[in-house]
Structure formats: structure tokens, C-alpha cells
């Protein structure tokens, strides 16, 4: 027997597959991160291309069609966009996908970058329930009232 086979035959059972094994703990704190990304997904949700996503969505349309809309004056003297990583992102997509669905895919993946780096930031900064009740307030919405208030 070689010495690499030794050395498997002699490794007990119970650490060959410890990190793959699904234990209760672990099954609980997916259920509680799935259930509160469904909860932050539910009252977030998708409202469509209001406010500055308008500017956001043109200047994407502007890239594209040059002729078209990227004449507007607004577009033609824009000195910012350039210096921004969304700009191309958000070119490429709306050339590959509808406007819209470019739109959407954009706050979808906002959405899950929020969500983590509340996640990772209750995690490092306090522990236990004191996460989990830190994660709801992240994921609770931030209006009141039927209007939307702030």
C-alpha cells in the first residue's frame, strides 16, 4: 500500500465528508437567508423606469442609436457618463435585451448587491439574533403610508 493510500484508509469517515454534508444548522440558515431574500424581494419590488433611471436608459439608448436619440442635446453634451462603469453595462444590455428587460435585469442585480452587503455587514458586525433581526430592518421596506412616504 502506498503512502497516499495509507494515509486516506487512515482519515476517520466522519472528515471525508463534513464540509458537503447538509447539517440541520446549515438547512436552517439557508431557510433563513432564502426567506428573508424573499422578503426583501417582495417589498422592493420592481416599479419600472421612473426618475433618473429615465437618463440612465437614454443615455444607453443614445450609445446605441446615435441618430436617433443620441442627437438630443442632452445626450450630445453629457460630460459624466464616460467616467461611470454603469454606462456600458447598461449599453449592453439594452442592445442584447428590450429596454426594459435591460432595466429590470439592472435592479434585479442592484437588488442582490444590496441584499449581500447588508448580509456580509450583519454577519461581520454582530452575531446571532442580533444579525437576523438587523437583516429584517435591512430588508423591510424604507416608506410608510399608502403614498410611499420617507
Do not use: C
Request: hydrophobic fraction near 55%; proline fraction near 4%; aromatic fraction near 10%.
Amino acid at each position: 500500500m502506498s503512502a497516499v493510500n495509507a494515509d486516506v484508509a487512515a482519515e476517520p469517515k466522519s472528515q471525508k465528508s463534513t464540509a458537503l454534508r447538509a447539517t440541520p444548522k446549515r438547512l436552517t440558515s439557508l431557510a433563513a437567508f432564502l426567506a428573508l431574500a424573499a422578503f426583501y424581494a417582495l417589498e422592493h419590488p420592481y416599479a419600472g423606469i421612473l426618475g433618473d433611471s429615465k437618463i440612465y436608459m437614454g443615455r444607453a439608448l443614445a450609445d446605441i442609436d446615435a441618430s436617433g436619440v443620441g442627437r438630443d442635446l442632452m445626450f450630445r453634451l453629457d460630460g459624466q457618463s464616460q467616467f461611470s462603469l454603469f454606462t456600458p453595462a447598461a449599453r449592453w444590455l439594452v442592445a442584447h435585451l428590450q429596454l426594459a428587460t435591460g432595466a429590470m435585469v439592472i435592479a434585479a442585480f442592484g437588488g442582490v448587491l444590496w441584499f449581500a452587503g447588508a448580509f456580509a455587514f450583519a454577519r461581520q458586525a454582530l452575531a446571532g439574533r442580533a444579525a437576523i433581526i438587523a437583516l429584517v430592518i435591512f430588508a423591510a421596506p424604507a416608506v410608510y403610508g399608502p403614498d410611499g412616504l420617507l
